[in-house]
């Protein structure tokens, strides 16, 4: 079956940096679309950064600048590398697998698998 897990979150203060990684089973890896959500409390979970197959990223408006996707198709994983965090990113982050490799969708429901999520919390 297929498995994203997450890791690499955590408590940082503001300014700091993290990276969050996601690594997955069960797929062939470099045929999907890559894709990294997030869910604060009492809100909705929301896209942050999405990576096509060949490498084609796209972000947010929030996180352009400060966060970058990539992905290691021979080590079937993806990460997020966060720099100068800021209180308002602390969140639960998500990573999720999109079959249609060739675009980077921003629509949850357009994902097929997805992880169990990695907290990150940033302070102030």
């Known amino acids: 079956q297929v498995q994203l897990v997450e890791s690499g979150g955590g408590l940082v203060q503001a300014g700091g940096s993290l990276r969050l990684s996601c690594a997955a089973s069960?797929?062939?890896?470099?045929?999907?679309?890559m894709g990294w959500f997030r869910q604060a409390p009492g809100k909705e979970r929301e896209f942050v950064a999405g990576?096509?197959?060949?490498?084609?990223?796209y972000y947010t408006d929030s996180v352009k600048g400060r966060f970058t996707i990539s992905r290691d198709n021979a080590k079937n994983a993806v990460y997020l590398q966060m720099n100068t965090l800021k209180p308002e990113d602390t969140a639960v982050y998500y990573c999720?697998?999109?079959?249609?490799?060739?675009?980077?969708?921003?629509?949850?429901?357009?994902?097929?698998?997805w992880g169990q999520g990695t907290q990150v919390t940033v302070s102030s």
């Open positions: 069960g797929l062939t890896f470099s045929n999907y679309a």
């Open positions: 990576i096509n197959w060949i490498g084609n990223t």
């Open positions: 999720a697998a999109d079959r249609a490799r060739g675009g980077i969708a921003t629509r949850l429901t357009e994902y097929d698998y």
